[in-house]
């Protein structure tokens, strides 16, 4: 019988069809799905088969007096009690008993409902611990010692309410092809969960664009986990995106890898083609002559709901189009309206979520008669 939680609570390890097989099934279905467009091969990046996760998110289930992990069942039938959990990375797996024991011992269980870790590959781990009360000097002093006792970074949060302790990030190294790239990863904001996958999914997606130079557009640029490295290739990179913080945190990891040639700017999506069309101004564009930009290439790694009807014409305009998805399903229906003007040149998996049905992909497009 196949067990759905695998990878999940980490307790059945004899999962029949085992890694391997998962990733293959998972293949086969994108290769069968995107069959009619694309017929070419398609690169399989694999994870880890276990310890994968650098972020992840629990409930607190409250019995007896005491506290556990658990999750949503994945039939949404109430949650699951969590004993062990086999994909979450070594540092954070090191924690996740001891915390429940510390939490107990000094008396801060009361009202938690979620905790929520953020680690680096070095070790790092911001424990956000979320609260359905206010939270008061009292209980600062107990999550002060609550860091001492386990060396993380803890964040308090409930309702309008964010109380940092010592910081709210850590910092993460990724290897691209060779080369070391630090990043600023802040709780509670977009990163990519699977730091093997992810590096996988750079280099790629750098060697997709390796030789067509000018300047970029990238929508969606979060904390230019790809902006970076995509920033060696081109003259200039102009780098888009909705969240604040993350905006914020790609200021700062361009700077901590030494990059200056990229511009990044707080706009979503549609405002940016707004304001390039001169349909809107924008005080956040003020002193930036997008005009002036040689924008040929674009790249776009959108949230689930994928980019749409007009966010495609918007993108058919360029010569090259680099687009990440983490949803087969919208990238399907925005391939279709982009086939229409683009041939599809590479396609990639990254397998980011093991033991689910979801896969990453990667796929590089380039205008009809563009050579
Ligand atoms: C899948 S994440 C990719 C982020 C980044 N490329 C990375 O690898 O970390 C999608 C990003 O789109 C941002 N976002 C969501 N809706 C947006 C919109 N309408 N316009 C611009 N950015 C948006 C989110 O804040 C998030 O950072």
Redesign the pocket.
Known sequence: MKCEYFGICGSCRDYEEGYEGQLERKVSAVQELFFPLYSGNITVCPSPAERYRSRAEFKIYHDDGGISYAMNRLDRQGALKIERCGIVSPSIASVMEKLLIEISDLGISHKLFGVDFLASGEGEITLSMLYHKALDDEWKSKAHELEKRLGVYVIGRSRKQKVVLSQDYVTETLNIGGRMYRYIHIEN????PNPRV?EQ?ITWSLGQIDKIGGDLL??????????IPFATKFDRVLA????KA?IHAAKQNMALNGVGNIEFVR??????TQALDGVREFRRLEGLNVADYHLKTLFV????AGLGEEPCAFASRFDHILY?S?NPETLLRDLEILSRTHTIEAMAAFDQFPYTHHLEMGVKLTKKGCV
């Open positions: 904001s977009f990163t990519q992810n999914m990238e929508l969606y640029c979060g904390a230019g986990n790809f902006t888009t995106e909705i969240s993350s706009l979503s999506a549609e405002e940016f790694d959108p949230p689930r990440i983490c």
